[in-house]
């Protein structure tokens, strides 16, 4: 679909406004596309992206009296969507079915948040879930995670090897995308984060 030019698109925005539904559809046609992938980003589920985009252009179409039509309404839909999309993680929060979409592409990423996961406003609650977990377990992950010290290294420094490291860090993780998940605002943001980190 040939993109609208700013010119055309104010004239679009204008008929839209008077609930003019050949002008929604050109808005829909438009950027169908664009936010699809916008959203398959970060929902990982294209049944999900799909879902979020027709709620994202039923509020456009509910509230078209609101639309400034001299600003591009790219950024309008897709300020919308992203919106729509942080509620699906709310969601997940509390919807094992949600859930069950959701996490499972969180799987590959999770070792790599330790940088979002200490950020100021997660970081004592970070700690408080860190503190929870079994004594030597914590301390490879802090070693290896935290300090960012290699295997090997903690493997001379603990005196443990190689293989009992990988085996704490893979523990430590499960524990940790369970303590999270308890923290419901908490889970939102590390989703969010993971989901807008790995396309």
């Known amino acids: 679909m040939k993109r609208l ?6 004239y679009v925005l204008q008929q839209l406004r008077k609930g003019n539904e050949t002008a929604f559809e050109t808005i829909y046609n438009a950027y169908y596309q664009q936010l ?52 699906i993680f709310k969601r997940a929060v509390h919807d094992e079915k949600v859930r069950a979409y959701l996490y499972p592409a969180t799987e590959a990423g999770y070792e790599h948040i330790e940088t979002h996961l200490l950020e100021k406003e997660n970081e004592q609650r970070f700690r408080e879930i860190l503190q929870r977990m079994p004594a030597k377990q914590r301390i490879v992950y802090t ?4 300090h960012g010290k290699s295997y090997d290294e903690v493997s001379k420094e603990l005196n443990i090897s190689i293989g009992t490291i990988h085996t704490h860090i893979k523990r430590a993780n499960q524990f940790l995308r369970k303590r999270i998940a308890s923290y419901a605002e ?3 943001s590390i989703l969010f984060f993971l989901f807008s980190m790995y396309p």
């Open 5 to 10: 030019t700013p010119i055309n698109e104010q």
């Open 36 to 87: 699809i992938g916008h959203l398959l980003r970060l929902l990982k589920s294209a049944e999900l992206a799909k879902e979020v985009v027709q709620d994202t252009f039923l509020a456009l179409w509910e509230h078209r009296e609101r639309v400034d039509e001299h600003k591009p309404i790219k950024a309008y839909l897709f300020k919308i969507a992203t919106n729509n999309a942080y509620n």
């Open 143 to 146: 070693l290896c995670k935290l």
């Open 186 to 188: 908490f889970s939102i």
